[in-house]
């Protein structure tokens, strides 16, 4: 169904006509108030201004024609060919009493009938910018919102809020992009989910993206979800960004904490980026099984890692090739699995939140954890930890963090013993990560008048061992760094 095939324009007609020359005559005078915020010049000729234009001539038509009983629909269609999809024109029900799904799907498979024969990659029809408008309303929903199988490209939903059903099944999504049995390697691109606000009433997640390409999920707020928050499954090139997700609407210190389950994002695909995002309560903030994806400005507290939490889980060993920048861990912590090519930068770890590596076949490669804060309680917690042995440590950077209340761990450091004598132990058994692991050390001996023969005798336990001919009285300086090269 779409709004301009509805009935009873012909009798509307002549009203209409009057109702657009009494518009005409009220916004005359608008441009004069415009122009005190936005410039004249601006408002005449910007696209902006244009939309300003039509949303103020829009609300006079409405404030208009309610006093007549006419529907939305009737003037929407004096702008022919627009491609705005208003779930209310639907018969969707924006109190959210009645449920909507059907009415909202109707939309969509409206705004999925392609204006032309254009296609984007791999032959997805170009919907030419289609909008599904929900009209800023809150719509219940008993089954997930589909798009057709026949795939689309260029098109949004945005504006409005959906709730699922006490009945809506558990192992679906309120918005799924999914095309069941496509031959296609894609079956949707560039499409805007914007502007929502979904709850999935614990009964299943909020998106579900299955073999996307260009999917801008943006200021979305996702509550109530059982399984996932966002799921992204193949596909190439989500970007989710400016948005919250939480199981439980809480702002931290929920009693219910220790029970929350459920991920606020799974990445299982290539290639997406995680932006300006919140989690605030789930069991794991961000799950992600695909290499190249990064994740930056993310600030998760979504399960203390002390409750069996984690923020962000790269489970995906020996291929993980990710990079996680600016973001605030908080109380909890970033997990890798045998990881291979991983950077942590610039970010903030709270309440003894820090970085596990965890050995499935005891690889670590190609790893860089530099340039943290990291704020602990006096608890002894390292900033970064092991969990399992690694056989294979190559090109592991963990240097430069600071923190306070937790112990520091590092792959290079720095020491000294001064003593009267012939052998001298610089233990960093405390400050390298790795156990029994020194690539490379440079050390050298100051003794005064003294001009001892000198040596370096073992590097066992991370423990350095100097020693000299003679009993001299000399400070030993050692740098060691577990890498070797
Ligand atoms: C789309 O392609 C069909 C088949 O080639 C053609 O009949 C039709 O006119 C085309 N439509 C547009 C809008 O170009
Ligand atoms: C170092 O030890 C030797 C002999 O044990 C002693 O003669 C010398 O005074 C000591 N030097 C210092 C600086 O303590
Ligand atoms: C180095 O120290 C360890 C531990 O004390 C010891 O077992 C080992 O034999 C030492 N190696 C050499 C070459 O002295």
């Known amino acids: 169904m779409e709004p301009a095939r509805r009935g009873g324009r012909g009798a509307m007609l002549p009203l209409l006509g009057a109702l657009l020359l009494a518009l005409a005559a009220g916004v005359s005078a608008w441009p004069h108030d415009g ?50 999809y208003h ?6 029900d924006p109190t959210g009493a009645a449920d909507a799904t059907d009415a909202i799907n109707k939309a969509i498979a409206d705004a999925f009938r392609a204006p032309s024969n254009a296609t984007m990659t791999g032959g997805i029809p170009d919907l030419g910018g289609a909008e599904v408008h929900l009209d800023g309303g809150t719509y219940l929903v008993k089954a997930p919102l589909t798009l057709p199988a026949s795939g689309g490209g260029n098109f949004r939903i945005h504006g409005g809020s959906l709730r699922a059903s006490d009945d809506f099944p558990t192992d679906r999504y309120l918005i799924e992009l999914s095309a069941k ?19 999935c009433n614990y009964r299943g997640g909020g998106v579900s993206l299955v073999n996307s390409l260009r999917v801008g999920i943006d200021n979305l707020y996702v509550v109530h979800f059982n399984s996932d928050g966002v799921a992204v ?71 203390a ?3 069996g939490g984690m923020g962000i889980y790269f489970k995906s060993p020996g291929l993980t090739q990710a990079w ?27 309440g003894d939140a820090n970085v596990v590596l965890k050995a499935v076949n005891g690889v670590a490669r190609g790893v860089q954890v530099v340039g943290n804060i990291f704020s602990g309680r006096d608890k002894g917690v390292d900033i970064v930890q092991l969990d399992g042995k690694f056989a294979t440590v190559d090109q592991v950077y963990v240097q430069q963090n600071s923190a306070t209340g937790m112990a520091v761990k590092s792959t290079a450091a720095r020491g000294s013993a001064e003593g009267n004598g012939s052998s001298w132990t610089v233990d960093f058994a405390d400050v390298l990560l790795f156990p029994d692991r020194i690539g490379h050390v440079q050390y050298s001996l100051v003794a005064g008048n003294e001009f001892p023969g000198h040596t370096l005798r073992n590097v066992s336990g991370n423990q350095v061992v100097v020693a000299t001919d003679k009993a001299v009285s000399a400070t030993v300086h050692v740098l060691v760094d577990q890498n070797t090269n």
């Open 181 to 199: 049995g496509s031959s296609r390697s894609y079956d949707y691109e560039y499409a805007t989910l914007r502007d929502l606000m979904l709850d």
């Open 233 to 303: 499954s193949g596909g190439h090139e989500t970007m989710i960004r400016n948005s919250f997700l939480g199981q439980h609407m809480t702002a931290g210190s929920d009693p219910g904490e220790r029970r929350f389950t459920g991920t606020g994002i799974r990445l299982d695909g290539n290639d997406n980026s995680v932006t300006d995002v919140v989690i605030f309560s789930a069991a794991t903030g961000i799950m992600v099984t695909r290499p190249a994806n990064s994740i930056s400005g993310v600030h998760c507290y979504n399960k």
């Open 324 to 350: 996680i920048s600016n973001c605030y861990m908080d109380y909890t912590s970033i997990v890798a699995e045998d990881p291979v090519l991983l950077h942590v930068s610039g970010s903030f770890f709270l």
């Open 87 to 92: 779930v209310t024109d639907y018969g969707a």
């Open 35 to 84: 122009a005190v915020g936005h410039g004249a010049v601006g408002f005449a000729s910007g696209a902006g201004g244009e939309r300003r234009y039509r949303d103020l001539a829009q609300r006079r038509m409405e404030s208009v024609r309610s006093s007549f009983g006419a529907t939305r629909r009737d003037l929407a269609t004096a702008s022919a060919g627009a491609r705005v």
């Open 305 to 307: 890692t002390g409750f």
